[in-house]
């Protein structure tokens, strides 16, 4: 049986040395293939358009890349004064949050996660997640309400999609199949009122239901 193709990544990032760092951490990861290192916006858009990764990872100060946050997969680099950029990416549809600074371990697992379609909350980067959602998103109290009129399944859910698993990671842990994982996800996300997982996945941080890191 031939191997599945590698993970085509996208590094558009300002800074050169983390630019160069997060290409090197990648460009070593069995089963992910480098595309392209860019350090601006202008380029990133031309390396889409030529090269067609399933992930980029975007360093927020560049700033959007036009109508590309749904496919490929945007993981947004977070940095620690950056609240109002991560709102706006989150409600643009980003598939994940890393710090720049992220272990290489969690950002291939992030990577890997996007470009199989799960919107994933990096342990790293919550804390600057929720901190932007309780600063900058609607009444706190509100949001909490919400989480605890969830049944006991559903908090154990919400508690799964805040530490980052996936569904196939959650349905192994339930012992139930994945499409019943897929159908709770989806009930706990519309209870909540959210846009989809990862914002379910900062009240469960909020109520304290998770610990980052």
């Known amino acids: 049986m031939l191997p599945p193709p590698p993970v085509r990544v996208l590094v558009a990032e300002r800074d050169p040395a983390v630019r160069a760092r997060l290409a090197a951490l990648?460009?070593?990861a069995d089963g992910i293939e480098v595309v392209g290192a860019v350090p601006d916006a202008t380029a990133a858009r031309v390396t889409l358009r030529r090269r067609l990764p399933d992930v980029v990872l975007l360093d927020l100060r560049?700033?959007?890349l036009g109508p590309v946050f749904r496919r490929p997969a945007v993981v947004a680099l977070v940095t620690f004064d950056s609240d109002v950029r991560i709102l706006r990416a989150l409600h643009d549809g980003a598939a994940g949050f890393l710090l720049r600074t992220a272990r290489r371990n969690e950002l291939i697992k992030v990577v890997r996660l996007a470009a199989d379609g799960h919107v994933v909350l990096s342990p790293d980067a919550s804390r600057r997640l929720v901190s932007a959602a309780i600063r900058l998103s609607g009444?706190?109290?509100?949001?909490?309400a919400r989480v605890d009129r969830l049944s006991a399944r559903?908090?154990?859910v919400l508690v799964l999609v805040g530490s980052a698993l996936s569904n196939a990671e959650?349905?192994?842990r339930l012992e139930v199949a994945e499409p019943v994982v897929r159908s709770l996800v989806a009930q706990v996300v519309r209870k909540l009122g959210c846009a989809h997982r990862t914002?379910?996945?900062l009240l469960a941080y909020e109520r304290g239901l998770c610990r980052p890191g």
Request: charged share 40%.
């Open 139 to 144: 009444p706190r109290d509100e949001r909490l």
């Open 199 to 201: 914002e379910a996945g």
């Open 62 to 64: 560049l700033g959007p």
């Open 170 to 172: 959650i349905a192994a």
């Open 154 to 156: 559903e908090r154990e």
């Open 26 to 28: 990648l460009g070593a």
